[in-house]
């Protein structure tokens, strides 16, 4: 099944960093921007990170400085660096794309699993 896997959450201390992973499966590919969104407890989803194919990047308010989005079209993943991470980061993080698999099917707005990022002291 074609789909984007999440990996790479966990617990950490402020200051701490993570990095967070998303990579398509099956052969799927995408040549179109792929984006990291958050939801924490009792909020909405919010738009964390863009990134396009050719590597422009846009970034919330929020996190401008510490976060960082990349991707490797090469491997089909899309990466979200987070540095001096904060207690109010804290949040379900997930990653959207559209994809393609040769040679018919067009797979739009797929959301990986969610993962876990806890910061707190």
């Known amino acids: 099944q074609v789909q984007l896997v999440e990996s790479g959450g966990g617990s950490v201390q402020p200051g701490g960093s993570l990095r967070l992973s998303c990579a398509a499966s099956?052969?799927?590919?995408?040549?179109?921007?792929m984006r990291w969104y958050r939801q924490a407890p009792g909020k909405e989803r919010d738009l964390v990170a863009n990134?396009?194919?050719?590597?422009?990047?846009n970034y919330a308010d929020s996190v401008k400085g510490r976060f960082i989005i990349s991707r490797d079209n090469a491997k089909n993943t899309v990466y979200l660096q987070m540095n001096d991470l904060r207690p109010e980061d804290t949040a379900v993080y997930y990653c959207?794309?559209?994809?393609?698999?040769?040679?018919?099917?067009?797979?739009?707005?797929?959301w990986g699993q969610g993962t876990l990022v806890t910061v707190s002291s």
């Open positions: 990134i396009t194919y050719g590597g422009n990047t």
């Open positions: 959207n794309a559209d994809l393609l698999q040769f040679p018919w099917h067009n797979y739009p707005d797929l």
């Open positions: 099956r052969s799927a590919f995408s040549i179109n921007a």
